[in-house]
Nanobody, 121 residues
Framework: QGKLVESGGGLVQAGGSLRLSCAAS?????MGWFRQVLGKEREFVAF????????IYADSVKGRFTISRDNVKKMVYLQMNSLKPEDTAVYYC?????????????????WGQGTQVTVSS
């Protein structure tokens, strides 16, 4: 059974930075970060392939966020810079075991519990 645990969320002023971490019980799956605002659908943020050969970002975070991973430590990270109030959300990491569109919530098999990120203006 896969397990994912996020950490690193918090309150930050606009323009600030945060680094989210995701501890996994495995290391050989593609991983993604998603976010969700209360009352809205969960949306794709970033994707990284299991060997780090491919990274993909949502247009809204491109150039500001960086996804990375350390397969030895079984960790996935999301470095978030130049944060904006509209980045406020609960952030989730997820693991994709089978094939499926990287941006599709239904393509992911395991999810963490989420970590709150709040950006004040």
């Amino acid at each position: 059974q896969g397990k994912l645990v996020e950490s690193g969320g918090g309150l930050v002023q606009a323009g600030g930075s945060l680094r989210l971490s995701c501890a996994a019980s495995f290391s050989n799956y593609d991983m993604g970060w998603f976010r969700q605002v209360l009352g809205k659908e969960r949306e794709f943020v970033a994707f990284i392939s299991w060997a780090s050969s491919s990274t993909i970002y949502a247009d809204s975070v491109k150039g500001r966020f960086t996804i990375s991973r350390d397969n030895v430590k079984k960790m996935v990270y999301l470095q978030m810079n130049s944060l904006k109030p509209e980045d406020t959300a609960v952030y989730y990491c997820a693991a994709r075991i089978h094939s499926g569109n990287y941006f599709d919530v239904s393509a992911y098999d395991y999810w963490g519990q989420g970590t709150q990120v709040t950006v004040s203006s």
